[in-house]
């Protein structure tokens, strides 16, 4: 896999996030931060303090997106949590039931990937978060609900109502990948995504902004490239099998065999910031999932405005991927009904 440059992007939460689920239910929330959900907003910042049209025709409207993004996913301390292959997931245990964990470290998810053995004395499963943390830790975040109370202005009337969010443990928070095409897209993209992350931090990101939520204390930067942050120092050979760190759709010229991977799909909604009005809703492959390729995955925008509207407003489907190893599954075909024997229990024996 030829690496591409990127910078890892941290936010330390000053306060309860909240990325609403699916159905946009008030009582539950969700902890990771979609990737198109990360590239709306990084369009909003865009549109305040760098040049929109631009950061458009370099990333939604090119054929090959300049910018890539990861979804935001936790962290705690140094380590990264990611949602695992879904090829390689869960790894054989005879103490640790890693089924019941949606979210596992990177350092873990590397050893699987360079098919090494799994260490089950460093890991446990915390119940409380469904991550994989090294032994002895503590939970990187926790679900929390908050009451709140909506006041109508005529008439005085309250209506109180209970809203969930998520609440990040000492030194937790939320990670994401940028990776820029080439050299030339880093140089060009660097310094106002520094810029557009920052005022994100400051202004919110997700639900609930308006009390505070979503912000963060500081958003930290390193610089690295794919392969060393996501594959470690050793690296897969490339399969032909992607894993997913991103929401996913399609480009024209993406060639995925969509008989074979362990993918699964999510239907993405939501309303146009500001206008109201609903988005079309689009089906895109989700975190975690692995694809079959004979190449790299890039994926592709796709404008989700309604009818009528004056511009078209996009969802981000473009590709953070990497290589991982790729084991078909062989189905064993079924037994002839006369070549198999069966064995009548107690209550059917013959007396």
């Given at each position: 896999m030829a690496s591409?440059?990127?910078?890892?992007?941290?936010?330390?939460?000053?306060?309860?996030?909240?990325?609403?689920?699916?159905?946009?239910?008030?009582?539950?929330?969700?902890?990771?931060?979609?990737?198109?959900?990360?590239?709306?907003?990084?369009?909003?910042?865009?549109?305040?303090?760098?040049?929109?049209?631009?950061?458009l025709a370099a990333t939604a409207e090119a054929p090959a997106s300049a910018v890539r993004f990861t979804s935001l996913f936790p962290f705690q301390g140094r380590v990264l949590f990611a949602p695992p292959p879904a090829n390689l997931w869960p790894p054989p245990s005879q103490r640790l039931r890693f089924k019941g964990a949606r979210f596992a470290p990177?350092?873990?998810?590397?050893?699987?990937?360079?098919?090494?053995?799994?260490?089950?004395?460093?890991?446990?499963?915390?119940?409380?978060?469904?991550?994989?943390?090294?032994?002895?830790?503590?939970?990187?975040?926790?679900?929390?609900t908050r009451t709140a109370a909506g006041v109508d202005r005529l008439t005085g009337a309250s209506q109180a109502h209970r809203t969930a969010g998520v609440e990040f443990g000492p030194g937790a928070g939320l990670w994401c990948w940028v990776e820029f095409d080439s050299a030339e897209a880093q140089e060009r993209w660097l310094t106002e995504l520094k810029t557009a992350f920052r005022w994100l931090g400051d202004t919110g990101l997700g639900g609930e902004r308006t009390r505070g939520w979503g912000r963060s204390e500081s958003v930290e930067f390193s610089e690295s490239d794919t392969a060393t942050l996501?594959?470690?120092?050793?690296?897969?050979?490339?399969?032909?099998a992607f894993w997913l760190l991103s929401l996913y759709s399609p480009a024209a010229d993406d060639t995925v065999d969509w008989s074979r991977g362990e993918y699964s799909l999510v239907t993405r909604q939501g309303r146009i910031d500001g206008a109201g009005s609903l988005k079309r809703s689009a089906r895109v492959v989700s975190e975690g999932s692995v694809l079959v390729a004979g190449s790299l995955p890039v994926g592709a925008a796709v404008d989700v405005a309604p009818a009528g509207h004056p511009h078209p407003v996009y969802r981000a489907g473009f590709a953070v991927a990497v290589p991982v190893p790729w084991k078909e599954v062989v189905d064993r075909p079924l037994a002839l009904l006369d070549d198999v024997v069966i064995v009548p229990t107690e209550s059917e024996t013959p007396a």
């Open positions: 591409r440059p990127g910078i890892l992007v941290k936010f330390r939460p000053a306060g309860p996030w909240r990325f609403g689920p699916d159905d946009g239910a008030r009582d539950r929330a969700e902890v990771v931060g979609h990737s198109d959900l990360v590239y709306a907003a990084l369009c909003q910042a865009m549109a305040h303090i760098g040049d929109l049209p631009a950061w990177l350092s873990l998810l590397q050893e699987l990937a360079a098919e090494r053995p799994v260490r089950e004395e460093r890991w446990e499963v915390d119940a409380e978060s469904s991550c994989v943390i090294p032994s002895g830790g503590d939970s990187p975040f926790r679900m929390v996501l594959l470690g120092t050793d690296a897969p050979a490339d399969s032909g």
